[in-house]
Nanobody, 124 residues
């Protein structure tokens, strides 16, 4: 079992940056693949990024590629999402999620553990 808590959301102008953090407790972070998802009001939850257990393999959604960067620090049980060049369409509640299935997963249904989410609002 693992518990996840996101932080770092807020209000930012278009073109600005935010850094989201996800802290884990319980089992060691190193045993989990970590994903980032987001959900805007009235929209489906969508994949943002996923990072392997080692942190060496990462997949980004096309919509954020080149602007967002995810990384993890297993010694600190932390995963991060650096968001640059933010756009209004990036506004959403952002969630970190964990799963133990081998390989990188892009579907939210594949994840067993979820944080409470943190709100990101980008104004034009």
């Amino acid at each position: 079992q693992v518990q996840l808590v996101e932080s770092g959301g807020g209000l930012v102008q278009a073109g600005g940056s935010l850094r989201l953090s996800c802290a884990a407790s319980g089992r060691t972070f190193g045993g989990f693949v970590l994903g980032w998802f987001r959900q805007a009001p009235g929209k489906e939850r969508e994949f943002v990024a996923v990072v392997s257990r080692s942190g060496k393999s990462i997949i980004y959604a096309d919509s954020v590629k080149g602007r967002f960067t995810t990384s993890r620090d297993n010694a600190k049980n932390m995963v991060y999402l650096q968001m640059n060049s933010l756009k209004p369409e990036d506004s959403a509640v952002y969630y970190c999620a964990a799963q133990e299935t081998v390989g990188l997963r892009l579907k939210s249904d594949d994840y067993d553990y979820w944080g409470q989410g943190t709100q990101v609002t980008v104004s034009s």
